[in-house]
């Protein structure tokens, strides 16, 4: 069985920073892609950013600039640094990863607070 386990979320002022990391833990072959979505209440979740096995990016264009997204392969960890926080980053922030175990499947944490003080 596959987990996902979050940490690194809290308040913060704004234009200060936050690390977020998720490290995943069970039966894992490969991990293909791993990113973090955002999700204000009453709002779907979104995505903030994401990378491949590759090393490839991708980011929401409010993010970009401000954020980024690193992982470190041999742990089964990604992170997500965000510097310049806004009070609109608000939100729980969800890991999401896509592994391979004996099938492959889409996993998500079970998501962490941030809130971002004016």
């Known amino acids: 069985q596959v987990q996902l386990v979050e940490s690194g979320g809290g308040l913060v002022q704004a234009g200060g920073s936050l690390r977020l990391s998720c490290a995943a833990s069970?039966?894992?072959?490969?991990?293909?892609?791993m990113g973090w979505y955002y999700q204000i209440p009453g709002k779907q979740r979104e995505l903030v950013a994401r990378?491949?096995?590759?090393?490839?990016?991708n980011y929401a264009d409010s993010v970009k600039g401000r954020f980024t997204i690193f992982r470190e392969n041999a742990k089964n960890t990604v992170y997500l640094q965000m510097n310049s926080l806004k009070p609109e980053d608000t939100a729980v922030y969800y890991c999401?990863?896509?592994?391979?175990?004996?099938?492959?499947?889409?996993?998500w944490g079970q998501g962490t607070q941030v809130t971002v003080s004016s």
């Open positions: 990378t491949t096995s590759g090393g490839s990016t």
């Open positions: 999401y990863a896509n592994i391979k175990t004996s099938y492959t499947g889409n996993y």
């Open positions: 069970g039966s894992i072959a490969s991990i293909n892609v």
